[in-house]
């Protein structure tokens, strides 16, 4: 069967249309792997990559950038992360720029975002180490996370159980919401205190009427002129009696010097020496008492000796 100068036209036109398809798919998918541009090589260090993968995009300021060249691990506490980015980016890279590790949306591809750094300092050169920081520990949230839900559950049912109770009236707070005897009680605590305040109010007015003990100190003044005139009275009788005492010593001193009286007096005297010397002794002593004749005696001597003193005014007024 020989082919047709038709047929040998379409199997070219295929045959080109293929190879185009071809190396446009090369072209793209170089152009978005940086095969064919202008770039350059940087590299960071994490302690875990989050799920990230060789060929995963790289971004800064939103514009994807780059991609991920290699991941190496090198300790366990260290993986190595190598970048190519294009180099009209590389300017805006400086040593205080980061990466950090994100997701493509909420459940997309990992990626690597670049933020920029500083104006005024170092531009990052080819090859350099840029810093960076550790993604999320997802496995750790979600742990938090169910603990803090199983916490939840817990709370909730411990609330829910303290709501059928209250409802149920009992405790503080249902007897509070659901009994109306603390009502009753505040009522009558209520009726009692406006009672309490009625009766003071009565008080303060008889009070300010001046009647009974308290009003009559408070608003008369005839306690008060009573308490003057005590106080007046007891000064006046003070001033006597210090007279009386004043002359009664006065009269004493006479008596003392009358010679009627003067063997009273030395046997008084006596009496207090041999007191004196039984106490020295230590020899039980008790008080001298008067007898009945040694009473009459002194009070004939104090009426001779009264006597003795008026008639001697008398004769003093007499001669002036």
């Known amino acids: 069967?020989?082919?047709?100068?038709?047929?040998?036209?379409?199997?070219?036109?295929?045959?080109?249309?293929?190879?185009?398809?071809?190396?446009?798919?090369?072209?793209?998918i170089g152009k978005k792997k940086n095969l064919f541009g202008d770039t350059f090589h940087i590299y960071g260090t994490f302690n875990n990559v989050g799920g990230l993968q060789v060929g995963n995009n790289i971004r800064f300021a939103g514009i994807n950038v780059g991609t991920v060249e290699d991941i190496?691990?090198?300790?366990?506490?260290?993986?190595?992360?190598?970048?190519?980015?294009?180099?009209?980016?590389?300017?805006?890279?400086?040593?205080t720029s980061f990466a950090s590790i994100g997701s493509d949306g909420l459940m997309g591809d990992k990626l690597i975002t670049i933020t920029a750094g500083a104006a005024n300092?170092?531009?990052?050169?080819?090859?350099?180490?840029?810093?960076?920081?550790n993604p999320m520990d997802f496995d750790k949230s979600i742990a938090k996370l169910t603990k803090v839900a199983s916490n939840a559950e817990i709370i909730s049912g411990e609330l829910a159980a303290i709501t059928i109770q209250i409802r149920e009236g009992k405790g503080s707070m249902g007897r509070l919401l659901y009994h109306d005897d603390l009502a009753k009680g505040l009522e009558g605590t209520m009726q009692n205190a406006q009672n309490l305040t009625g009766s003071l109010a009565?008080?303060?007015?008889?009070?300010?009427?001046?009647?009974?003990?308290?009003?009559?100190?408070l608003y008369n003044d005839t306690l008060a002129k009573s308490l003057e005139g005590t106080a007046a009275h007891a000064s006046t009788t003070m001033a006597t009696i210090n007279d009386a005492?004043?002359?009664?010593?006065?009269?004493?001193?006479?008596?003392?010097g009358n010679f009627l009286f003067k063997g009273y007096f030395k046997r008084?005297?006596?009496?207090?020496?041999?007191?004196?010397?039984?106490?020295?002794?230590?020899?039980?002593?008790?008080?001298?008492?008067?007898?009945?004749?040694?009473?009459?005696?002194?009070e004939a001597a104090a009426q001779k000796a009264q006597q003795a003193i008026i008639d001697r005014k008398k004769k003093e007024k007499e001669k002036q």
């Open 268 to 298: 008084q005297a006596k009496a207090k020496e041999k007191a004196a010397a039984i106490a020295a002794v230590n020899i039980d002593s008790t008080d001298i008492e008067m007898n009945d004749a040694d009473l009459a005696e002194i």
């Open 1 to 28: 069967m020989k082919t047709t100068m038709s047929q040998k036209t379409r199997i070219g036109l295929f045959t080109v249309i293929g190879v185009l398809i071809l190396v446009a798919g090369i072209f793209i």
């Open 202 to 217: 009565d008080i303060t007015g008889e009070i300010k009427a001046g009647k009974g003990s308290l009003g009559r100190l």
């Open 245 to 256: 005492a004043f002359g009664f010593s006065e009269n004493m001193k006479a008596l003392q």
């Open 121 to 133: 300092t170092v531009v990052l050169a080819n090859g350099s180490r840029i810093l960076t920081i």
């Open 72 to 95: 190496s691990i090198i300790s366990d506490t260290m993986i190595r992360v190598d970048m190519v980015l294009q180099s009209k980016i590389k300017p805006f890279l400086k040593s």
